[in-house]
């Protein structure tokens, strides 16, 4: 049971860091794009900040708190047995 749900906590985290990932190299090319005076979508990466991305941070970063402390109670329990 708990391996399934390790298994699904990782790919969800790692479908999230992807969606991260995605939106920081979309708001560098758009930072770019706004130099050259060419519209790449930073006013829409703007409009998207608040209710996409910083969610999307949180729980990464939640997530990885919960995948590694839940790791480190399994491995300090399976070492007392």
């Known amino acids: 049971m708990k391996d399934q749900f390790f298994k699904?906590?990782?790919?969800?985290?790692m479908?999230?860091?992807?969606?991260v990932?995605?939106?920081f190299a979309w708001l560098t090319v758009?930072?770019?794009?706004?130099?050259?005076?060419?519209p790449l979508g930073?006013?829409?990466w703007y409009k998207l900040w608040e209710?996409?991305?910083?969610?999307?941070?949180?729980?990464?970063?939640a997530g990885a708190i919960?995948?590694?402390?839940?790791s480190w109670v399994v491995k300090r329990l399976n070492s007392d047995s």
Request: proline share 5%; charged share 10%; glycine share 10%.
């Open 66 to 70: 919960v995948s590694g402390a839940s």
């Open 8 to 13: 699904w906590l990782n790919f969800v985290l």
């Open 30 to 38: 758009a930072v770019i794009g706004r130099g050259a005076k060419v």
């Open 21 to 23: 990932l995605l939106s």
């Open 15 to 19: 479908l999230d860091l992807f969606l």
């Open 51 to 61: 209710p996409v991305f910083t969610p999307a941070i949180g729980i990464l970063m």
């Open 42 to 44: 930073l006013d829409l």
